[in-house]
């Protein structure tokens, strides 16, 4: 299964789910059997029935960002700007420059290099350049940069997923530390404390990796 076609299939839209479990760790948990082949049916807090003493498990502890963006062009047309980069943009912020990063742009026409964007809270950004289906853009801010998006920004959930989330951090996983990726490590979501805590008292082994994912590996409807 070396090419992208392998994965498509068609999924009746009334069969994805718009709101999450009231309880992580109640979703739904279909298991393989791959001596026999066999399907099963379980619930996720039931996983530990299948990691043994000394197994690891690989978590990833990326954090999803407020990455969204509502705004205006100087023209007064609406845009939409997903940040893309972020970790690019915090290194530059970081060493004591801008935050500059690509971004994918929704608009009704193409912003042309040198066009101002603004959004709340006096955050705007100049356009850069364009190439590839991004956009480079310049934010500037009279506040800290991470705390304004905190504030205003919103989670880029999924294009299948069509309702706002009544608590963003159910788009977290409970061991989030590095911010950085527009989209969730999904399998992760189901993971509770409780449920890694028990995993941990019957042995099994933990460990985190910080792999971020961003637009090249995550389709953004624009």
Sequence with gaps: MYSLNDYNYQLPAELIAQ????QRDRSKLLCLN??????SHHRFNEIG???????VLVLNNTAVIPARLEGRKETGGRIEVLIADYRDGIR?????????????IKA?????????????????????????GTHQLRFSTGDDFEKVLERIGKVP???????????SERYQTTYSKVNGSVAAPTAGLHFTKELL???KKKGVQFAFVTLHIIPSVFTYNT
């Design 19 to 22: 709101r999450p479990v009231k």
């Design 34 to 39: 791959r001596q026999t082949g066999a399907l």
């Design 49 to 55: 029935a299948y990691l043994q003493p000394g197994d």
């Design 92 to 104: 530059a912020l970081k060493t004591g420059g801008d935050f500059i990063c690509q971004c994918m």
């Design 108 to 132: 009704s026409k193409r912003p042309a290099a040198g066009m101002r964007l603004y959004f709340q809270e006096d955050l705007s950004a100049e356009v850069l350049g364009s190439g590839n």
């Design 157 to 167: 959930l999924p294009p299948y997923i069509k309702s706002d989330l009544e608590d």
């Design 197 to 199: 805590n028990s995993l």
